[in-house]
C-alpha cells in the first residue's frame, strides 16, 4: 500500500517554493492504525490488521493553481485500470472539495482508493485512504472520522 503514499505528484515551478502547510489540525486514526514514516505525505498511518493506509499532504506556496479535478486525477495516476466509484464536489474545512472513491489495480492487485482534495489559504490538500479492494470497506469508518477531524488552517 505503500505505493498508494507516493500517488500524489509535486512539481515545484521556478520562483515558487513548495512547502507543507503548518498548524493543521486532526486526531490521529484510532487502533489498528500506527504512525509511519512517508516521503511522500506529511503524515501517514498503516492499519496492522488491513495493511490500509490513511494519510494527508499539502502542498504550499506553488504558482501553479492547479483544480480540484487536476489535484484528482494526479492522485488517482498510480491506479491502473482506474474506475471512479463514485465522486462529489461538497463543502469541506469551509472550501469547495471534490470527494471521490475509486478502485483500480496496483502490480495486478484490485485496490480502492478514497480521496479529498480542496484548496485553503494558498495550499492544496489531499486526505487519503487506500487499500486492497476486498479489506476496503472495513476501515472506513476510521477514514471519516479522521476527516471529521482535519482542520486546515
Not at 33 to 60: H, V
Not at 71 to 85: H, M, P, V
Not at 117 to 132: D, E, I, P, Q, R
Given at each position: ?46 492499519s496492522s490488521k488491513t495493511g490500509n493506509t ?100
Amino acid at each position: 500500500m505503500s505505493l498508494l503514499l507516493g500517488s500524489c505528484v509535486s512539481v515545484e515551478l521556478p520562483g515558487g517554493k513548495v512547502t507543507s502547510a503548518k498548524n493543521v489540525e486532526f486526531s490521529e486514526p484510532s487502533e489498528p492504525f500506527q504512525k509511519i514514516k512517508s516521503k511522500s505525505a506529511d503524515r501517514a498511518w498503516q492499519s496492522s490488521k488491513t495493511g490500509n493506509t490513511i494519510s494527508y499532504i499539502s502542498e504550499c506556496g506553488s504558482t501553479s493553481d492547479a483544480s480540484l479535478q487536476t489535484l484528482e486525477t494526479d492522485s488517482l495516476s498510480a491506479l491502473n485500470k482506474l474506475q471512479i466509484l463514485k465522486t462529489e464536489t461538497a463543502t469541506y474545512n469551509g472550501r469547495e472539495s471534490r470527494q471521490s472513491v475509486s478502485a483500480g489495480t496496483i502490480d495486478g492487485v484490485p485496490v480502492a482508493l478514497a480521496l479529498v482534495v480542496f484548496k485553503k489559504n494558498g495550499c492544496n490538500y489531499t486526505l487519503s485512504y487506500g487499500g486492497v479492494e476486498k479489506q476496503f470497506n472495513s476501515e472506513l469508518p476510521v477514514f471519516e472520522s479522521f476527516k471529521a477531524n482535519f482542520k486546515a488552517p
